[in-house]
Structure formats: structure tokens, C-alpha cells
């Protein structure tokens, strides 16, 4: 079964600061990955993939398979990233069609990121 | 935002009694799926709907139910054999960005049961 592992339910850092935000899966086949962010009050939305290779508000993620792993980086850390942030690969599941709805997630518990003032 | 829209915002109800959440979208995304979001828990799937009229459960569909007549709408259906109804549920949409696929999220709807 596909597993993934967030393992720190709280992250604070002080602002400057870099950030790593932990994420482990197992996972069968070749592995997409996602990161999602809630900010306070607002949606939840797509912050980057690994599959694009970006770099979005500062933050990147490397999946490395070897740990089987796809930490959330960024070397600065400014106030308005404190959110919710969510990793969430692909999951597994018969493509009885093709397209989008063959692209489900599998999201982990979450890690909320403070960033002190 | 914009795009996927869920009513109402809160909802309240008492025990024993079904309640339907809406999730309506313009995106004209073929798949749609439902969440339930608790403390601690992440997001769990509930359904999901690949296309009209198809439907399948997701890891935690005891207690609901679903329909997508349209393809725009995906209401889901809670029903007095769900033994936790009160949460948090975002309702949600795919469709293609470049070379895989976004889903975009609902604003939520949070349930309590008393």
C-alpha cells in the first residue's frame, strides 16, 4: 500500500531562516509528487511538483528515491509562508479512464509551518 | 478563486438526519472528488468520479454517498450510518497543467452533528 510520512506535525522557524519540511513514501512503480499549501483562510492549492522541476515562492522539493523522500526546502523563510503544508503522491489506482481522473493523491497528515517574526 | 464552489459554509444538523454538501465547478474538469479534513488526519478520500455518471469509494466511504449526474456537479450525501460526521469536507476538481494534472480545491464545508 502506499504510505506517506510527514513527521513533524509543527514546524517553527525564525524569519531568515531556511526550512525543511520532511516528507517519506513508499511507493510502487515510478513515483509523481506534490506539495500542497492552505494558507490561513484560504484554499487549498497546489504549491509545486516534482515532475516540473519549479521553483515556486522560493521553495523547492528534490525527490530522491534512493531515501524514498521529498523534502520541502527553502533557504529564507518569510512570515506569509506560515501555513499548512501538505505532501501528496500519486496514487496507485486502475485507469479505468484516462486523464485527470486517473490522478489521485494520497495526502500525508500535514506539517504547519510558523515562521517567528 | 472561483471555479469550484461548495455550500453552505457551515452546516448543522442533528443526529440521524441525512444531509447533502454541494460542490458545484465551471472548470469543466471531468474528474471530482471528496475529502474529509480533520485535525492530525491530513485529507482522506471519501469518492471520487472519474467521469458522468461513474462513481468510485475512496478509502473512507462508509456512511456516504455520492452522485454526479452532471458533470459540473458532485453532491455527497451524509447519512446517519456515518459514526463521525462532524469535520471538515473540501470538495475538489483535476484537470491538466502542462504535463500532469492540478487538483483544485473548494473552499470546505464544515459539518457539525450534535
Known amino acids: 500500500a502506499q504510505r506517506v510520512t510527514q513527521p513533524e506535525k509543527l514546524l517553527s522557524v525564525f524569519k531568515g531562516a531556511p526550512v525543511e519540511l520532511k516528507c517519506n513514501y513508499s511507493?510502487?512503480?515510478?513515483?509523481?509528487l506534490f506539495w500542497y499549501v492552505q494558507y490561513s483562510r484560504q484554499r487549498l492549492q497546489l504549491l509545486l511538483r516534482h515532475i516540473s522541476r519549479e521553483s515556486i515562492k522560493g521553495f523547492t522539493a528534490d525527490l530522491n528515491k534512493g531515501e524514498t523522500s521529498f523534502h520541502l526546502k527553502k533557504p529564507f523563510a518569510q512570515e506569509e509562508d506560515s501555513a499548512m503544508y501538505y505532501c501528496?503522491?500519486?496514487?496507485?489506482?486502475?485507469?479505468?479512464?484516462?486523464?485527470?481522473?486517473?490522478?489521485?493523491?494520497?495526502f500525508g497528515k500535514g506539517t504547519k509551518l510558523s515562521v517567528i517574526p | 478563486d472561483g471555479g469550484i464552489t461548495q455550500s453552505p459554509k457551515y452546516l448543522f444538523r442533528k443526529e440521524g438526519q441525512n444531509v447533502t454538501l454541494s460542490c458545484e465547478q465551471n472548470?469543466?474538469?471531468?474528474?471530482m472528488y471528496w475529502y474529509r479534513q480533520d485535525p492530525g488526519q491530513g485529507l482522506r478520500l471519501i469518492y471520487y468520479s472519474q467521469i458522468v455518471n461513474d462513481f468510485q469509494k475512496g478509502d473512507i466511504a462508509e456512511g456516504y454517498s455520492v452522485s454526479r449526474e452532471k458533470k459540473e456537479s458532485f453532491p455527497l450525501t451524509v447519512t446517519s450510518a456515518q459514526k463521525n460526521p462532524t469535520a471538515f469536507y473540501l470538495c475538489?476538481?483535476?484537470?491538466?497543467?502542462?504535463?500532469?494534472?492540478?487538483?483544485?480545491f473548494g473552499p470546505g464545508t464544515r459539518l457539525t452533528v450534535t
Open positions: 501528496a503522491p500519486r496514487r496507485i489506482s486502475p485507469r479505468t479512464y484516462s486523464g485527470a481522473g486517473s490522478y489521485q493523491l494520497t
Open positions: 511507493y510502487s512503480g515510478s513515483p509523481e
Open positions: 475538489a476538481s483535476s484537470g491538466k497543467r502542462e504535463i500532469s494534472y492540478e487538483q483544485y
Open positions: 472548470l469543466n474538469h471531468d474528474a
